[in-house]
C-alpha cells in the first residue's frame, strides 16, 4: 500500500480524486506561504470546495426522490462543526441549522441563519431557551413529557409561531459505537415508543393539541448500518400516519428525520453517499417522498468530515522498542476521540516532507504521536506511511467534523489556527481565516488571571 494513493477505482474519483489533489496543493501552499512552520507547527484546513460539494450532493439526493414543490430544510447540525462561517458557507449553500444548546443557536444567528431555517433540540433545554426559541419562531422538538409541559404553559393556547413537535426514540437498536446510538432500548434521547403505553401516550399528545405538527427522530451516527435509519424513519413516519388518522386531518405535515449518516473514514472514498440513503429510504419508505409531508433532515459529520484535514508538524522523529515514532503537535487536543477510543475512531495519516509534498517511500509501520504528556496521546498507531522524519508533516485526514472544532485544552495546548482554502483561479491556493489561533495569553486569562489570589485571601475573607 502507497500511501497518499488517490483512489480512482472506486467510481467516485472525480470528486475523491479532486479531494487528495486538493488538499496536496493546500498542504504544499500552506508550507510555502508560512501558514504553517518552526514556529506555528500545527494548522487545520478547510477544503471550501469539497463542503460545497457535499452540500450540493445532499440537496441533489433529496431533489431525486421528492415531488416537486415538497418543503426540504437541510439542517446542519452545528455541533458538528461549530464555527461561525462554515454555518454561513452552509447557509451560502441552502442549508440551515440544528441547535442543541445556548452556544449553537448563538452560532448560528452570528451566521445569519433564518429563525425560519433553525430548529433547536436537545435533551435539557431549560425553560428560558425555550422562551428564547418560541418568541423568535425557532422550530423545537420536545423531548420529553416534562418538557412538553413547558411548551404547554409557554404556548398559553395561543397559536406558537414555531413549529413544534415531538422527539421520539423507536428504540430500532444501536450500532458499533455504543456511545452514538441513539436509538437503543434505554437512551436518553426523546419519548421511548416501544415502551409501556408510551406510543399512546405520544398519540393523545398530538390530539389534545392542534399546534404539535412535527414528529421528529434521530437514529443514526456512525456506526449505524443505513437499513437500520431506515428502520427509525419508517417508524416514525408510520406514528404519524397513525396520528394523522385518528386526528381525521393532517396534523403532523412535516417529518423530521434527523441525520447520522456514516462517514468512510478508511478511504478518500464518500460512502455510503445520501443518494444512496434517500433511495434506500424511498424503498423502504415510499410515503414519506410523496408530497404529504415537509421533511427536515440534521446532517452533520457526514456534511464536514471529509473535508477537514489537521496538518502537524514532526517535532522529533525517533524510536522505542523497534518501533518509530514520530512526535507531532497533533494530539488529544484535536483528536479527542481518536485518542482515547482509537478502536471506534481510527484516523488516516498522510505524509508530507518539509516542503508540503506528499512523502514517497516504502510503508514503514509506526505511530504518529501528539505534543501532550501521557502515553496513549497516539493520533495513530501502528500505521504504515512512508517514514516520517523530523520537520516532515503528518496530516490526520477526514477531520473536519467533530475533531479540531472541538478543542479539549489537555496541556493548556491552544486551540490551532482554522484555514479555510481554495483554488485561487491562477493554479494556485487562497485561504481565508476562519477561526484564528488561540493566543497563550488567551489560554492564561481563561484559566482564571484575573482571580489569582481567590484562594490564597479566602481564608481571611469574612464569613458570609
Ligand atoms: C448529533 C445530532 C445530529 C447530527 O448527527 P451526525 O452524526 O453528525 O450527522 C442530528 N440531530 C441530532 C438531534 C443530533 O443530536
Given at each position: 500500500m502507497r500511501a497518499n494513493t488517490e483512489q480512482t477505482e472506486d467510481g467516485t474519483d472525480d470528486v475523491t480524486g479532486g479531494a487528495a489533489r486538493r488538499r496536496h496543493a493546500a498542504v504544499r501552499a500552506a508550507v510555502e506561504q508560512g501558514l504553517l512552520n518552526d514556529d506555528v507547527p500545527l494548522v487545520a484546513l478547510l477544503d471550501v470546495t469539497g463542503i460545497r460539494q457535499s452540500a450540493a450532493s445532499l440537496r441533489a439526493a433529496f431533489e431525486e426522490v421528492t415531488a416537486p414543490g415538497t418543503p426540504v430544510l437541510h439542517a446542519f447540525a452545528v455541533k458538528a462543526s461549530p464555527l461561525v462561517p462554515v454555518l454561513r458557507l452552509l447557509r451560502a449553500e441552502g442549508i440551515g441549522a440544528e441547535v442543541a444548546s445556548p452556544g449553537e443557536l448563538a452560532l448560528a444567528r452570528a451566521a445569519g441563519v433564518e429563525p425560519e431555517r433553525t430548529v433547536l433540540d436537545s435533551p435539557a433545554k431549560t425553560l428560558a431557551e425555550l422562551r428564547e426559541a418560541l418568541a423568535l419562531g425557532i422550530a423545537v422538538n420536545a423531548d420529553n413529557p416534562q418538557e412538553l409541559a413547558r411548551l404547554d404553559a409557554l404556548v398559553a393556547g395561543a397559536d406558537p409561531r414555531s413549529p413544534l413537535g415531538i422527539r421520539v426514540n423507536p428504540q430500532v437498536g444501536g450500532g458499533s459505537i455504543e456511545a452514538l446510538?441513539?436509538?437503543?432500548?434505554?437512551?436518553?434521547?426523546?419519548?421511548?415508543?416501544?415502551?409501556?403505553?408510551a406510543r399512546e401516550w405520544v398519540v393523545r399528545a398530538y390530539l389534545d393539541r392542534p399546534w404539535l405538527t412535527r414528529l421528529h427522530a434521530h437514529t443514526g451516527s456512525?456506526?449505524?448500518a443505513l437499513s437500520m435509519m431506515a428502520r427509525g424513519v419508517a417508524e416514525t413516519y408510520e406514528l404519524a400516519e397513525e396520528i394523522n388518522r385518528r386526528a381525521g386531518r393532517r396534523q403532523v405535515d412535516t417529518l423530521d428525520i434527523g441525520g447520522g449518516l456514516p462517514v468512510n473514514f478508511a478511504s478518500e472514498e464518500t460512502r455510503p453517499t445520501y443518494a444512496e440513503y434517500t433511495r434506500l429510504l424511498k424503498e423502504t419508505v415510499?410515503?414519506?417522498?410523496?408530497?404529504?409531508y415537509g421533511l427536515v433532515t440534521e446532517f452533520g459529520r457526514s456534511l464536514l468530515a471529509k473535508h477537514g484535514t489537521v496538518v502537524a508538524r514532526v517535532e522529533y522523529a525517533k524510536s522505542a522498542g523497534g518501533r518509530p515514532v514520530a512526535v507531532t503537535h497533533a494530539g488529544v487536543q484535536v483528536a479527542t476521540r481518536t485518542v482515547y477510543a482509537p478502536g471506534s475512531w481510527p484516523l488516516r495519516i498522510a505524509a508530507y516532507d518539509?516542503?508540503?509534498?506528499p512523502k514517497e517511500g516504502p510503508a514503514v509501520v509506526q505511530d504518529v504521536a501528539g505534543p501532550?504528556?501521557?502515553?496513549?496521546?497516539?493520533?495513530?498507531?501502528g500505521q504504515e506511511l512512508p517514514l516520517l522524519e523530523q520537520g516532515d508533516y503528518a496530516a490526520a485526514l477526514?477531520?473536519?467534523?467533530?475533531?479540531?472544532?472541538?478543542?479539549y485544552a489537555y496541556n493548556s495546548l491552544p486551540r490551532p489556527a482554522v484555514l479555510g482554502f481554495a483554488p485561487d483561479g491562477a493554479g494556485g491556493v487562497t485561504f481565508a481565516t476562519v477561526r484564528p489561533a488561540q493566543p497563550i495569553e488567551e489560554i492564561v486569562t481563561e484559566s482564571g488571571a484575573a482571580h489569582t489570589d481567590a484562594l490564597t485571601t479566602l481564608a481571611t475573607a469574612p464569613p458570609v
Open positions: 446510538s441513539t436509538a437503543t432500548a434505554t437512551s436518553k434521547f426523546g419519548v421511548a415508543l416501544r415502551d409501556e403505553g456512525q456506526g449505524i415510499p410515503g414519506l417522498f410523496d408530497g404529504r518539509a516542503k508540503g509534498r501532550a504528556c501521557f502515553a496513549g496521546d497516539l493520533l495513530a498507531q477526514d477531520t473536519g467534523a467533530y475533531y479540531f472544532a472541538h478543542h
